[in-house]
């Protein structure tokens, strides 16, 4: 059975530090991973997805890198501002279906 | 743009009570999702469905059941509550073959 874990659970960084965020999987047969941001009582919004046969997306200040064979994602956020703070998620699919196994996230603050 | 919308937003009820959520899209996604997340824990999925008329059983199922008669619409139904099954649920969608979800923005449940 897939498993998704992420550390660390929280973290503390001020303003203009780098996020790095991991995230492992023990199963490496995957489709995609997919990283999600959520901010309190709200739903899921997707940052951004990687294919299996992919290494990395970025988009903007976000940049993840994957590594099937090590079971390894890495989120990173360049120049962190205080409205990065949130709980970010980290899921892998195992097709193509939403049939998503999450991490349990890491909680991020971002202090100014 | 209304997206995934979830009634009702809260929602207490007493141990052996029945209920049921409703997830609705306006997306014209073929898939949809019902997902929970508690404390400490990744999102779990809970029933999907890939079509109207389609259900099929997630992670873990056990004391709910769902139904699709309508394709912008997914109901999540609880036959006897029990506090176990207190949580938040997530109801998500997305096209057939792409996992890239939209999800709601939650609907808070508490079983006394």
């Known amino acids: 059975k897939q498993e998704v874990t992420q550390i660390p659970a929280a973290l503390s960084v001020p303003e203009g530090e780098n996020l790095v965020l991991n995230c492992s999987f023990t199963?490496?047969?995957?489709?995609?991973l997919q990283w999600f941001r959520q901010d309190p009582g709200k739903g899921l919004t997707s940052l951004l997805l990687?294919?299996?046969?992919?290494r990395e997306q970025t988009s903007g200040r976000l940049n993840a890198s994957l590594d099937k064979s090590s079971g390894r994602s890495t989120l990173y956020i360049a120049a962190s501002q205080p409205g990065d703070s949130a709980t970010y998620l980290c899921?892998?699919?195992?097709?193509?279906?939403?049939?998503?196994?999450f991490g349990a996230g890491t909680q991020v603050v971002v202090t100014p | 743009n209304a997206g995934v919308t979830q009634t009702p937003k809260f929602r207490v009820l007493k141990t052996g009570q029945s209920m049921t959520l409703l997830c609705a899209q306006d997306?014209?996604?073929?898939?949809m999702y019902w997902y929970r997340q508690d404390p400490g824990m990744g999102l779990r999925l809970i029933h999907y469905?890939?079509?109207?008329?389609?259900?099929a059983k997630g992670e873990v199922p056990d004391g709910y059941n769902v139904s699709r008669l309508k394709k912008q619409n997914f109901l999540l139904g609880l036959e006897s509550a029990a506090p176990s099954q207190t949580s938040v649920y997530f109801c998500?969608?997305?096209?057939?073959?792409?996992?890239?979800?939209?999800f709601g923005a939650g609907s808070r449940l508490t079983v006394l």
């Open positions: 469905s890939v079509g109207e008329g389609t259900t």
């Open positions: 990687i294919q299996s046969s992919q």
């Open positions: 899921a892998v699919g195992p097709d193509s279906w939403g049939k998503l196994q």
């Open positions: 998500a969608s997305s096209y057939a073959g792409a996992n890239v979800l939209t």
């Open positions: 199963d490496s047969a995957i489709y995609n």
């Open positions: 997306m014209n996604h073929e898939y």
